[in-house]
Structure formats: C-alpha cells, structure tokens
C-alpha cells in the first residue's frame, strides 16, 4: 500500500465533500443564520458520539465569537439536563444520520418546550428534520472511511458548516478585536488588549526609589532589597528626577568611588524613559525594546512616580512582540 496516496485519498475526499456543501449553501442556511442572531437566549448544540465532539467545538467557537453557546449532551438531557433549555433558545442538533437514539429521544421535550430547533443532516426523510423547525440536509457525499463506516467527511461537514455559522454570526453583530480579547484574558491577543503597565509593574513596598541628595550607599541598599535592577530618584513631592541602574552602579564601583559621601544626584541618569501606569503593556514593550532598555519608572496621571516596569515583567505575563 502506498501510505502517503492513501493519505491524500482522505484528503481529496473531505475536499470534495466541503465543496459540495459549500456549493449548497441555500436560504437553509440564511435562515439558521437569523435564528442565531436573533436568539434571546442561548444558542445549544447537541449531538451523540462523533457528532458530538464537533458539537462541542462548534459551542466553544460560537461562545468565543460573541454567540451565548453551550453544548448539551443528549444522554444527559434524557436525565435531566434538558431543565438547561428555555422557550427562547435555539437548539442545533447534529446527526448525519437524524436518526441517533439519544438526540431522536429529546426532540419532543426540546419541542415542548418552545426552543426553536435547528436539524443539521444529511438525510432530509429523517426523524431530526421531520421534527425540526428549520433544517440543513447535507447533499450526498462520500465518507473518506474506506469502509463507508467512521464519520469522517461528514462529521468535516459538520464542524465547517458550524464554524461558516459562528464566524458570519459574528461579522453580523460587529464582533471586533476587543470583544475577542475580552473573552480570551489568557490569550496573547486578549493580553496585549487588555494588560496595562499597573498591572504587571512593581509598585507601593515593592518599588525602588530614594530622594534627592541622599547617598549612593543608600541607593545601593534599596536596590539590593528590591532587585530590580533600578532605582528611581526622586524628589520631595515625588517627581522623578532621574534614574540609576544596576550598571550605572557597577561602573561607580568600579572607579573606587566613596558610596559614603557621594549622593545620586551626581550618579543618576537624568531625563529618564518614563512610562505611564495607563499604557498598555504591549506599547510600553515596543517603547523598552526601541529604547534598548530594560526597566523603567511609571507616572500615574499627576506625573508622580508611582512604579517600575521591567522587560522581563512584560514578557512573564506573555506578552511578545
């Protein structure tokens, strides 16, 4: 057997089975596309076995793309959780076949209910199109399952035609960037949306800075306690004066000098990069990287200091450019 032929077998079948639902595409699918967007409930998928895995993912997709979704299982519905479906819900029940005992079993209840139901098949004689409101028959296609048996381009079908609903429901309702984000926060797009510099600087106990006309020895202890690699100078009214590294430190040191007796003023960096503790983290990371630095001090709104932002907090919050 030739593996590698075999393998692209499966794949011109699914292809052609996807073109030919996509060729198909009718007023069916306008129809379901408005029951969606008009739902003042939840949207619910439903479906039994492979199915009802695509199910699944056709739920997490919607839900993540501004559709209220779940999916419910039919098993579990026959004990129960139908009590999860209301009279203003839409029920999309996958079934190739329409005929799976379990989705078969909850079509009257979910009818009684007075949830609209939406039957996606590839048979239009069946008990899942015969009962639903409005229906999506599949035109024939081959199964890639050289037996004809395991769901495969039918359940391909399945998860396009789901993910074609979600996305065009989305542009329907003008989903957008942040919206996506917002429902992502451990995303990286819902990090660089939404993470702002006070979120991930140092700040209050944890931040390093001393006054104007104090010691260089009294910079090095507070830099040492806090381990930023920074320490901002400020003064009286909490102004920032200017700023001195752990370099700026080392080369200090290293030209022997009184740490006793020398004050920051005459050590410190002045004019410093500062960023703002309302900047997004993303945009405080482009502006460290084009800088060539490391660290910087934050200003709230009055232009006090307020904390300090480091590359590396930027990048541990997973946030990369």
Known sequence: MDF??????VFDIEIKAL????????????????AITNCKGKVIITGMGKPGHIGRKIAATMASLGTSSFFLHPAEAL????????????????????????VTRILSNIKAIG????????NADSTLIKHSDIAQVFTKFEEACYM????TSSTTASLVYGDALAIVASKFYGF??????????????GKKLFI??????????????????????????????????????????????GVITDGDLRRQLEKGVDVYNLIVDDVMSQNPIVLTEEMMAIEAL?????????????????KLLIGTLRLQDILNAGIVI
Not at 4 to 9: F, S, T
Not at 179 to 184: C, K, M, V
Request: charged residues 25%; contains cysteine.
């Open 4 to 9: 590698i032929q075999e393998g692209k077998r």
């Open 19 to 34: 073109e030919l639902v996509r060729d198909s595409l009718n007023d069916d699918f306008l129809r379901i596309i408005h």
């Open 196 to 241: 702002k510099v006070k979120n991930i600087m140092a700040h209050g106990d944890n931040n390093a800075f001393v006054f104007q006309g104090e010691t260089l020895k009294k910079a090095i202890i507070e830099m040492g306690k806090k381990g930023l690699g920074i320490i901002t100078v400020v003064d009286s009214n909490y102004f920032i004066k």
């Open 176 to 189: 957008n960037e942040n919206n996506y984000g917002l429902y992502h926060p451990a995303g990286s797009l």
């Open 79 to 102: 004990h129960g959780d139908l009590g999860t479906i209301g009279k203003e819900d839409v029920v999309i029940a996958f079934s190739y076949s329409g005929e799976s005992d379990e």
């Open 148 to 151: 004809g048996l395991a769901p």
């Open 286 to 302: 482009q502006i460290l990287k084009k800088t060539n630095i490391s660290s910087s001090p934050v200003m709230d709104c009055n």
């Open 115 to 122: 949830a609209t139901l939406i039957g996606i098949s590839g």
